[in-house]
Each structure stands twice: as C-alpha cells, then as structure tokens.
C-alpha cells in the first residue's frame, strides 16, 4: 500500500472528531483496517455501542474529511461496534464478563421503572448489543412476566444459566421465591441473594446488563446500591412534583456512594387520546426535564402514557419488539443515548496514553 498515502488518509482521520466524545477517530482507536486502492479508501469505523444515536453523523464527517484529499476518489466506511469496558463505580467488585452495569433506578414505585428497564433493553439487544437484565426489586420482582420468561433457571455445573426472553438474558430474585409467598427482605438476606445473582449467575460476556432496583431511598435499596458494581444509574420519575421531589433524594443517594447518575427519563410524560389525538398532560408535563436541568443531570427523553405499554408488559411482550410501534422508536432513541452517555463517562475515565 502507498504509505504516503496512507499518512495522508491518517492525517486526514485526525481532523474527524467524534461528536459525542470530543476526540479524533485515531486518538480514539476507532478507524482500522484502512485499505487504499488507487483512489479507492476504505475503512472499518469501530463504534463504541451498536447503539450509536449518531452513526450517520459520524459517516458524513468522515467522508468530509477524506475527501479533503484531492486523490480520493471513492470512500467506502464499513461500521461496526465494539462496547468497551467501563469502570465500575461504587464499593462492589466486578463482574467478569459484564462490560457496563447500569442501575435503573426511581425515587418510588409504580412509575415504570420495570417498564422502562425491559423496553430499553429490548431496544439495545434490537440494535445488536448483547444484554442482560438483572431483576434486584425485593419489593417486587415482575421482570419474568414483562419479558414473559417463565420456567426456573437451571444450574449447570456449579453456575446458574439465566433464562433467556427476547434477546436478553435474565435472572431475578422472584425465581428464588415460592410465587405468591410473602417475603422480608432483610440486609444480610439480600447480601446473599444478591452475591448469588451476579456471582453464580454465567452471564458470558454481557455489553449491558440493566439492573431493576428496588424503589426509594429505604434499606434495601441503600443495601443493594451498595452491592452492585455499576457504571452509573439510570432515574425513571413520572412528571409531578411529588414525584420528582423523591427523585431529588434519589439522586443524592447514588452521588453519595460514588455512582454517576447517567441520566433522568420521564415516564407518562402525555396521553394522546386516541379518538381525537388531542394530548393530554395527566401528571403535568416536563417537570423531570427541569428537575434534570436544576440539578445538572443529562435529561434522556419522555415517553408517553400509552395503551400499548401497559400490554406490552402484562402480555410478556414489551412493545419496544414491535417494530412497527413508535413507541420502539422512542425506546431506541433513550437507550441510544443512554449508551452514547456510558461512552462517555467510559471515556472521561480512560487512562490517558502514556507519553512516549
Ligand atoms: N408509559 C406507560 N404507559 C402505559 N402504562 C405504563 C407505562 N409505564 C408503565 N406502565 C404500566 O404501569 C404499571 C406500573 O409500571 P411498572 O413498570 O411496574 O412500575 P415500577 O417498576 O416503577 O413499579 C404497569 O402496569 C405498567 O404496565
Ligand atoms: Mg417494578
């Protein structure tokens, strides 16, 4: 190959700054294989999440800047993802073969937390990332039956094997319990539990694994939030004040121990009533942006009071598999930039190259 050439389309590659975070393609590692023919360039760009929200952002700049060389005839970009291992936060160890850890999170019950856990996990495993659910809500573990897994996971030479549903890998504390049977989760029970669920548990290698964590700031979830490595977590509140006001205790309580919130979704943000599309704002509208906006958090989208959620959950199905379903698309765009955010911090966290 003609390494001038090929100095020149480095070069070239140096100018293409990644617009989520901030640094060149080749500072970043993110070009390779590159191949010159005549004028003919082609290149592998490595993403850092299959869930790119700005892939084709990222193609046209590369295209800008090699067709800056007056040589260059034809550019051909072949675009993969390869998700990189993020610190974990916290006081836990990690867990080998899980890349990024992410709780989701929410100052109380009943605003969807489970609801938004499962969609945006279908919605990454959808765009090709590999993922798993780990369904830690003592209170109330309904991961299973949104994902319609039912059946008891098996344990195969000494290691739990996690059920599989729609792409995702799953293991929850209410497989560990007799349905309907009452349970008091007290501290060193959910220790053990929980030490089970992400030791035992063979999850492979896992991009994401989402974590459904018990409600509030009570003693189990201090417990828990002190037992799960995570890369940062993620807060679902619905739009009202007092809503919102448990969200702010929330979000205390991860920066207390150390974990980075990654971003707040809106839950039930609107209703369009579907006999006259008219919109009505049932939990008021907008209040988890402010509270976001207030206090300094990336704000990660809304998505609406819909019919088709609620069955979506109860069936076993969640809506975010129906391609043909906006809600998908709504999913997609808040899992999106939930990854981009992971990106990021797993970036800002990056040794820096030693100097040579
Ligand atoms: N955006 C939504 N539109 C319609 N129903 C929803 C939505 N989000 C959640 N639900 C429904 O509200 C109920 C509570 O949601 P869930 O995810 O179980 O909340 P949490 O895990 O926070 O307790 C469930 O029946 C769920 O199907
Ligand atoms: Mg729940």
Redesign the pocket.
């Known amino acids: 190959m003609d390494q001038q050439r090929l100095d020149q389309v480095m070069d070239a590659l140096r100018t293409v700054e990644d617009p989520e975070l901030h640094k060149d393609l080749v500072t970043l590692n993110m070009a390779r294989d590159i191949e010159i023919d005549g004028g003919n360039v082609s290149l592998t760009v490595v993403l850092t999440t299959p869930a790119c929200p700005l892939r084709d952002e990222i193609d046209r700049r590369v295209r800008v800047g090699l067709q800056q060389l007056d040589w260059v005839e034809s550019v051909h970009i072949n675009m993969t993802a390869e998700v990189r291992q993020g610190p974990m936060m916290g006081e836990a160890a990690p867990i080998p073969g899980i890349k990024n850890a992410v709780a989701v999170a ?1 100052g109380k ?8 856990t499962v969609n945006l996990g279908v919605a990454l495993a959808r765009q090709g990332a590999s993922v798993g659910i780990l369904d830690a ?1 003592v209170y ?1 573990p ?1 991961i299973p039956i949104m994902l319609g897994a039912d059946g008891a996971p098996m344990t195969m030479a000494g290691k739990i094997a996690p059920i599989e549903a729609h792409g995702i890998k799953l293991m929850s504390l209410g497989f560990m319990l007799e349905e309907g049977a009452p349970v008091i989760w007290r501290g060193p029970m959910i220790g053990g539990a929980i030490g089970q669920l992400l030791n035992d548990v063979d999850w492979g290698e896992l991009d994401y694994l989402l974590i ?1 964590m018990p ?1 509030g700031t009570g003693d189990a979830s201090l417990s828990l939030a002190q037992l799960v490595p995570v890369a940062g977590t993620l807060i ?1 509140s619905t739009p009202q004040a007092v809503a919102l006001q448990d969200v702010l205790r929330s979000i205390s309580m991860w920066e207390k121990l150390g974990v980075p919130v990654l971003g707040l979704v809106e ?2 943000s609107y209703f369009v009533n579907p006999a006259d599309g008219s919109r009505l704002e049932i939990f008021g509208h907008g209040g988890a942006r402010e509270a976001a906006e207030k206090v300094g958090i990336e704000f990660l989208g809304e ?5 088709a ?2 069955i979506g ?2 069936s076993g199905t969640p809506v975010a598999t129906d391609e043909s379903n906006p809600q998908a698309a709504a999913y997609a765009e808040i899992a999106g930039r939930m990854a981009a955010a992971i990106s990021i911090k797993n970036e800002e966290r990056a040794e820096p190259l030693p100097m040579l």
Request: proline share 4%.
């Open positions: 929410s019950g009943g605003v969807g937390k489970t609801t938004t809500d109330g309904n459904d409600p679902v839950n039930m998505i609406s009071l819909d019919q959620i609620r959950g109860d």
